[in-house]
């Protein structure tokens, strides 16, 4: 599974090549942008979506850093830091929201469902108030994790 997985990833992050991300996957997959509840149903629904709104639109300074892997019997759950700068529209994200030039920092947790030696499925969650915060959208509160939502995280990280 995990083997699986970096391949699928490798395939939208650096190949950015939705064909070579739905080979990995089974005919009724799905992917599901969890905060926004957005994203692909069955194999075409998740060709669409890879090729028009997720793919091309990966900012081209992404950079993930991860922070924990757990593999079970046939799901597998990711925690990462994401870091980049909003320069590009990114629908899948933020929708309707132009690009700020403004760096983000978010923690992705992915939930990743096989069947059948293929991905079933993908559930992302995030914290979408930190980062309309961090783009300047809404007020930065403590609710919306303050100035650095993600410090503690970092150092937790860092120190290991």
Known sequence: MVDLWQQHVYAEFVLKDPEAALATMTEDAYVLMVPLGIGGFGKEGVRRFYTDSFIPNIPPD???TPISQTVGQNRL???ALYRFTHT???EWMLPGIPPTNKPVELVIVGIIEFRDDK??????HWDQASVLAQLGIIPTTPATGGSDPNRRLRE???SR
């Open 77 to 79: 759950v990711e925690e």
């Open 119 to 124: 991905i079933a499925g993908e559930h992302l």
């Open 62 to 64: 992404i950079t993930p």
């Open 88 to 90: 590009i529209a990114m």
């Open 156 to 158: 937790l990280v860092s």
